[in-house]
């Protein structure tokens, strides 16, 4: 059991090494600018007066001058939703269909290995660069805090992290499904950061207008790194729905494979 999952996730081993240790040190980068940020930026108020309502909306900017602010807009907002969203997105959609591009699939199909176990055991691959960066990053932001004196909560840090983890299977869930439609991995790919950006912006810009509810199918509408850090509060609710939008799209993803001709 599980074989092809252990082939896979072996496979992005050193991917998921080399993806972990980059964002640790951003991470580091991050924290040493912040005691000069701090000083250049000086009352919140007087920053967010002086910015675009649309660039506030868009990265959901709450605050610069405390460390925990600034890592949520710099860090987790730009980091984690969108770049690593954009990352999974990305690399899952280049799963299935690369295979079906270079006609590999149906060497594994003639392993007695099911379509829908194919695609399951894909997705659960991708465990791989998702745990691999929530790992060291923490860390360092940890030790880094306290070396530049302004020590983060480890409770808020670690939730953060954790709840990440929903929210980048979920986005990882979408590459997967452009994956099973499209044939050529390259369209996969196209559709699947097309897709995620196009979700994140919409949810972000209609926030509080008449058009909020069209934001429901956006995976950052239930991850928010600033009410973790700045308040403390960790929405179990909304991991819940990301999990449930990740199964979603794995099921939907193994029907569609399941059916379709190669």
Known sequence: MFEFVRYDGRRRFRGSLSLSLAMAV???????LFPSYSEAFGDDEELLEAMPEAMIRLF???SMTSLEGFLAF???VFGWIILLGLYLAYLAAGTIADDVDRGRTD?????????????????AALAVPILAVNVLTPVVLYVGAELIDEPLAASDL?????LSIPYLFACAGV?????????RASIAQR???????????????????DYEALGLVAPSRYFDPNEILLDGTYDLTSAGVLVVMALALLVASQLWFSRRDI
């Open 191 to 209: 559709t699947a950061l097309g897709v995620t950006f196009v979700l994140y912006f919409l949810e972000s810009l209609l926030v509080e207008t």
């Open 74 to 76: 710099e860090l987790y």
């Open 175 to 183: 590459g997967l499904l452009a994956s099973v439609v499209f044939d």
């Open 60 to 62: 959901d900017l709450q």
């Open 26 to 32: 951003l991470a580091a980068i991050m924290v040493w």
């Open 107 to 123: 060497i594994l199909l003639a392993m007695p290995l099911s379509r829908a176990r194919l695609v399951g055991e894909t997705f």
């Open 158 to 162: 670690l939730a953060v992290h954790l």
